[in-house]
């Protein structure tokens, strides 16, 4: 290795030093989920475990929580069928308009939120007369997850190549054989790892959501955006966002070992 | 054997057709769904409200981006969100490098993926409680403050603020594609470079940097994008400003003009198009 | 979303529909002095009460229809309620042209649209046992009757308050000049205003107290002239404000880290804010205020009218009364509502001081159509307001 020894420490003390910086207002989230104060200032007041009871006994959490899980499950399911598709046919064809599909892909998530959720909005609203509710917030969150997928699977196709596939063909496999016993399995990280993205991505996407959610079904993050503002609720938001910040140790350490950390953001 | 050929069936002897079945679900679902609404919206552009009921009226004209440009308060507010934008991508650009690279070439298997865990972690945590942390830590008495005040320096409410809010928010978004580009680069290249006699900076310009800038880009479309769409940030910790995102949301929601929102939705699109197209050539989507 | 910020812009745009009374379709517009001034749809009105239908589709501001008091109703009642929430009063007005809800709660912005529309008939009250208990100064206003015929049931109101930190304020402040006039620079970048369009007529209202020449009558009634006026308080307003705001927690904390020290609030903030953090003061200026009030409405093609009266009714009594006074932070309706809320709650939101409710300037909808009744003029309606407010925060 090149890299010289004090280059390195200089390196792991930055590491070390970012890190830090990151994890001290998510620190001071979970000090503040035991502030007797009902609202953020500094210092706390006092130290309480009244906030998590409440948290725990908050029926509204639940179904907020258990919407946001739904919403993500499906945007994820959705997006890892269309990304793979999208991602085979881009990875082992060659067609002219490959690079408007590419673009086509990436334009939900590179354009800014607040554009998606006002088109979706409007589309749904003006034009389709559809009330707003559970579908349209997955149908926008499927649209802007399509990447995560699509790029996580793209990146691994280009490297394991098509031999193997044209193999087992050769072999006499059918094509839906052939992805079944050999495409998917040299996927199986990527798509992990693509869902996993996507699945975040929805779970705390906030704006999108804003504009494609009706009045009756609030997501985990517009239930916290609610309630930031009532000003006994904001200690409940806290524990919410100190136990899904524990919580989240959980899916990112199974995919880690699920992957045996290999390439778990992948081409991100 | 005989019955090879219709066990591989059409789809086998037909590689078009397979082509077609592969893409048109995705194809249908982004072009039919997404950019007809996108088309829709920007149609909308071109029509007005009736102001007394607020319903849409389907008369052509170009009233909507007249104003857009003839009011001065929009050029002001496009052109503080692009610097916003700027200063959050160079931000991030800084912090993201010494973390990604010591996260690719230096740290063992074990420490790699520790760190990445600590890096994707945040991503879970709720933006707004983040934000709304932040917000305690700008506070007049709050830490930040605290910490600041024996050097004489005082950080309130205000852009400064907002532009590292945002940052920190999506640091995550900068880190992930920087690190995937770094551990594409073999050690083995790094190591030839030294071999040959390239001192560190050397190799860092050389090699390093043409593997990163693609990285670095794509790590840039999200952080622009993210903070141009972004309205919720800035009312938290920015004081009394507002970004392109809130002048949106409140011509749509609060003051119930879509047609004018949309004209002035068209403004973050133009910039990203604009943006992908520059950063096209540097093979940024490759690295998203 | 269910935002007190959206609420707000809710209870705004119920003004609106004063406006759009004010100006409606032409055949039922004959022109008279100020407020509602239509000729609403002649819809029969409920003669007598039968059985409940057993369902009822409410169409409720968030906060309005919370399990805590909607469940005691449909086990009394029986009749299995739907709640749908809207966002604005847009949202509310056009959701009710469907048919599918029953009953709707509309903020004065709102309200005459709907019955200019025909989409809401008139109350019977007396239908409504609980309704001789309202407050008399919250009946036949010109935001829920239409000549004399009350078209929906009062169930709260509440003022924009002046609050200030005793510590760094002296003296006590009087009225709005410790925001609008000279003395808000000894605050600068202390000072905060809220972040909606309809502030706009807060200045309005204090430039109506200290600018005769600019004849402001009403503050949701503003030609040009007198918008280019408020603006520019504004405008100058701004160099002192510290921040705005548009929720709960944003305003009660930094009036805690002493971040702000002086500005518009609601009692709802006022009472949450820690007295060891802060000490403060809200009042009503005798210079009066703004504020807003809510109504309840029949929907003209319900299916469970019945069961639309008994929540109506329901509502009003004095223990939900109290509950969702005390959930969304403002004056109960009903005075009995005093006895189920916690001690002391109705002091502190003045519930039934009529010379109190009366310096209250009730959110209206800015229209083209003076809402002051003036005709030689055409007035600067929401949109503009809310332009207005762009540039204002620049």
């Known amino acids: 290795m090149t890299i010289s020894r004090t280059t390195k420490i200089v390196l792991g003390v930055l590491t070390a030093l970012v890190l830090a910086l990151v994890y001290l207002p998510l620190g001071m989230v979970i000090l503040n989920s035991f502030n007797t104060s009902s609202s953020f200032s500094w210092p706390p007041s006092g130290l309480t475990t009244n906030w998590w009871h409440a948290a725990w006994h908050n029926p509204d959490v639940r179904d907020s929580l258990r919407l946001s899980l739904e919403v993500a499950a499906m945007s994820t399911v959705i997006a890892l069928v269309l990304g793979t598709m999208a991602a085979l046919a881009l990875a082992r064809y060659r067609f002219f308009g490959q690079d408007a599909v590419s673009l086509l892909i990436i334009l939900p998530i590179a354009l800014p939120g607040i554009v998606t959720g006002l088109a979706f909005q409007n589309l749904f609203r003006s034009i389709l007369n559809i009330d707003l509710g559970y579908w349209t917030i997955v149908v926008a969150h499927a649209t802007f997850c399509i990447v995560t997928v699509f790029n996580n699977v793209l990146a691994r196709l280009r490297r394991v190549g098509g031999n193997l596939e044209e193999a087992s063909m050769d072999l006499g496999a059918g094509t839906f054989t052939t992805f079944r016993l050999v495409t998917f399995p040299a996927l199986r990280s990527a798509l992990l790892a693509g869902g996993l993205l996507a699945f975040a991505l929805s779970f705390d996407e906030i704006i999108v959501t804003t504009f494609t959610a009706g009045g009756g079904t609030r997501t985990l993050p517009l239930w916290i955006y609610d309630h930031m503002f009532r000003p006994n609720d904001a200690p409940v938001v806290n524990v919410v966002a100190a136990a899904l910040l524990v919580l989240s140790i959980v899916p990112i350490w199974l995919a880690q070992r699920l992957s045996q950390g290999e390439e778990m953001v992948g081409a991100r | 054997m005989q019955d090879v050929p219709r066990k591989r069936g059409v789809l086998h002897r037909h590689p078009r057709l397979r082509l077609g079945l592969l893409l048109s679900p995705p194809m249908l679902w982004l072009g039919v769904a997404y950019l007809t609404s996108l088309a829709v919206l920007l149609i909308t552009a071109f029509w007005t409200t009736n102001t007394f009921t607020t319903e849409i009226e389907r008369v052509w004209n170009l009233d909507n981006f007249r104003q857009l440009w003839n009011i001065d308060v929009y050029r002001t507010i496009t052109i503080r969100t692009l610097w916003i934008a700027v200063l959050v991508t160079v931000v991030d650009a800084l912090i993201a490098f010494p973390i990604a690279f010591f996260m690719a070439k230096v740290a063992s298997r074990r420490w790699q993926r520790v760190l990445l865990i600590a890096v994707l972690m945040p991503l879970w945590a709720s933006y707004l409680v983040k934000a709304y942390a932040w917000r305690a830590m700008f506070s007049g008495t709050g830490p930040l403050n605290w910490a600041l005040d024996p050097i004489g320096l005082h950080l309130g409410y205000g852009l400064t603020a907002t532009v590292i809010t945002l940052a920190y928010l999506w640091l995550p978004y900068m880190i992930l594609p920087m690190y995937a580009g770094l551990e594409r680069v073999p050690d083995s290249v790094l190591e030839a470079s030294a071999d040959l006699g390239a001192k560190g900076g050397t190799t860092i310009r050389r090699v390093v940097l043409p593997i990163l800038w693609p990285a670095l880009f794509a790590g840039s479309i999200f952080t622009f994008s993210l903070t141009l769409g972004d309205y919720i940030t800035v009312k938290i910790v920015g004081g009394t400003n507002q970004m392109i995102g809130n002048a949106v949301y409140d011509s749509a929601l609060t003051g119930n003009n879509l047609p004018f929102a949309a004209a002035l939705a068209c403004v973050p699109v133009v910039i990203m198009l604009v943006y992908l197209a520059a950063v096209r050539r540097t093979g940024a989507l490759d690295n998203l | ?394």
């Open chain 3, 1 to 394: 979303m269910r935002s007190v910020r959206t609420l707000a812009t809710a209870a705004a745009v119920g003004a609106m529909i004063l406006t759009f009374g004010g100006c409606g379709s032409s055949d039922d517009n004959k022109s008279s002095n100020g407020g509602a001034t239509f000729t609403p749809p002649d819809l029969p009105m409920k003669k007598s009460l039968g059985k409940g239908e057993g369902a009822v589709s409410i169409l409720a501001w968030a906060g309005y229809a919370e399990k805590e008091w909607v469940t005691p109703f449909e086990k009394a009642t029986g009749c299995k309620a739907t709640v749908k929430y809207f966002n604005t009063s847009d949202d509310a007005v056009n959701l009710i042209k469907s048919g599918d809800y029953d009953v709707v709660s509309a903020s004065g912005d709102a309200s005459l649209r709907m019955i200019a529309a025909g989409s809401v008939e008139p109350v019977n009250t007396d239908l409504v046992p609980n309704y001789k208990d309202v407050y008399p100064f919250l009946k036949d206003r010109p935001w829920n009757s239409v000549n004399g015929q009350m078209y929906g049931i009062p169930h709260g109101y509440g003022a924009n308050l002046l609050m200030w930190n005793k510590k760094d304020v002296n003296p006590a402040p009087t009225d709005w000049s410790v925001v609008f006039g000279p003395d808000a620079a000894k605050y600068k970048g202390k000072v905060t205003a809220y972040d909606s369009p309809i502030y706009i007529a807060d200045a309005a209202l204090y430039l109506m107290n200290t600018k005769p020449d600019l004849k402001i009558k009403d503050p949701y009634a503003l030609d040009q002239k007198q918008l280019d006026a408020a603006v520019a308080l504004l405008k100058e307003q701004k160099k002192n404000v510290g921040e705005y705001w548009s929720d709960y927690a944003k305003e009660q904390s930094a009036f805690e880290t002493g971040d702000t020290v002086v500005g518009t609030t609601w009692q709802v903030i006022a009472s949450a804010v820690d007295p060891k953090k802060a000490d403060v003061e809200a009042i009503l200026p005798d210079s009066g205020s703004t504020g807003w009030s809510d109504t309840w409405m029949v929907a003209t093609k319900s299916k469970h009218k019945n069961c639309a009266y008994l929540w109506m009714n329901d509502i009003i009594s004095p223990k939900a009364n109290a509950a969702v006074a005390q959930y969304f932070g403002e004056s109960p309706s009903n005075p009995k509502a005093c006895e189920f809320a916690a001690k002391g709650f109705c002091d502190t939101y003045h519930a039934g001081d009529a010379a109190y409710a009366a310096k209250i300037h009730y959110w209206n909808t800015p229209t083209a159509a003076c809402l002051d009744g003036r005709k030689n003029v055409k007035c600067t309606d929401y949109q503009q307001w809310t332009q207005a407010w762009t540039e204002v925060k620049g």
